[in-house]
């Protein structure tokens, strides 16, 4: 059956360039007839001739490609060159051609210790060359983690899309380099990124039968419900081309998840039960822990008026018992005086009614008796 969705076989890689039949395994065709006294010292990696010409000549110089001697230098690995030209004020971000800097041909090389000393002196991990690439793009294309490692500790955008939206994690899923695409996930990346026609990461593996890369794309969560601009979803591409455990894979993760959402939404059911059973329980507990009393029968008032009336009495005898206590006599005189009993005086009735028949007296004690 014809892979109509294949990403295999494309009719040309971003990644390759018209000098692909390079003497250098990063894709430079050197002549040494086209190239000045500057270059060809930095492509032999003689340091001794390189520091003498530099007296007298420009290490930024240009060849026909627009490369600079430290182009030459990163893309053939001479570490002490390129240390001698960045101290000789070498520029690090100019581009050749193929509007490429220097640290890309370094990471093109896969030499670590050149992309770290220019990293370190600042060369700008984020440029692009003519196809959009960044130097992660080109890390994800080899694949090389460790330099990688180094880009992102320096600033490399992880989702940086080029002219045809690939991410670097979408061109790591094209070439099927598990670890570089597991390694990017967990820095991050964005699973669910898109190329120019909607084609996510899934779709792509999906696609090309890569059952292992539909495993870990699943497994950072993918969203297998996406469509491409024709309506076709990672199922579709699966199926179409006859991957049918990718397929199976999809499904299986579209099953599973449904399954704990149910289960999630019975919790929260659950939940919402309880709490509303809650209130009518927590109004029982505030009358059992002394919350408002109402509906008090007769009877319990009066006890409560009671026990009120026997603890205030109880309260007045105490005060009055402390009032005595610090009031105690000092003298036998005192003594006597305070424990004569001080009687009420009593009205006499009849002494006032004689006063008003006239008989009255303007005496008022008169009315009282002792």
């Not at 402390?322 to 009593?346: H, M, N, Q, Y």
Request: with cysteine; aromatic share 4%.
């Amino acid at each position: 059956m014809k892979k109509i969705f294949s990403f295999t076989k494309k009719k040309k890689h971003p990644f390759d360039t018209p000098d692909s039949a390079s003497r250098l395994s990063v894709g430079y065709e050197l002549k040494d007839k086209d190239l000045g006294k500057v270059h060809k010292a930095a492509l032999a990696g003689d340091l001794a001739k390189l520091k003498q010409l530099a007296k007298k000549n420009d290490v930024n110089q240009l060849d026909k490609e627009n490369r600079t001697a430290l182009h030459i230098a990163c893309a053939s690995g001479h570490v002490e060159v390129v240390h001698f030209l960045i101290e000789s004020k070498a520029k690090l971000n100019l581009c050749d051609n193929q509007n490429r800097s220097a640290l890309m041909k370094a990471v093109q090389g896969q030499h670590d210790n050149c992309v770290s000393i220019l990293l370190e002196n600042h060369a700008d991990p984020n440029l692009m060359d003519i196809n959009g690439n960044t130097a992660l793009h080109l890390a994800a294309n080899i694949p090389s983690v460790p330099t990688a490692v180094l880009l992102l500790q320096h600033g490399a955008q992880i989702n940086s899309q080029n002219k045809e939206g690939f991410t670097p994690l979408i061109v790591a899923v094209r070439e099927n380099h598990i670890e570089m695409a597991q390694f990017l996930l967990k820095e991050t990346a964005d699973v669910n990124s898109v190329d120019q026609d909607q084609r996510s990461p899934l779709m792509i593996a999906a696609g090309n039968g890569e059952v292992c890369m539909v495993k870990l794309l699943l497994q950072f969560d993918a969203d297998t419900t996406l469509k491409d601009t024709k309506g076709c979803s990672a199922d579709n591409y699966a199926g179409i081309n006859g991957h049918h455990s990718c397929s199976h894979l999809i499904i299986e993760h579209d099953t599973q998840r449904s399954d704990r959402a149910s289960l999630s939404h019975q919790d929260l059911s659950k939940k919402k039960k309880k709490m509303l059973s809650a209130p009518s329980q927590d109004l029982e507990a505030g009358f059992s822990l002394g919350g408002p009393a109402t509906d008090r029968d007769e009877h319990g008032a009066d006890e409560a008026g009671k026990d009120f009336e026997d603890n205030s009495q109880s309260e007045s005898l105490s005060r009055v018992s402390k009032r005595a206590a610090d009031d105690w006599p000092s003298s036998d005189d005192d003594d006597e005086s305070v424990l004569i009993e001080k009687k009420p005086l009593k009205v006499d009735l009849s002494k006032m009614i004689a006063s008003k028949k006239g008989e009255g007296t303007k005496n008022l004690s008169a009315f009282f008796n002792p």
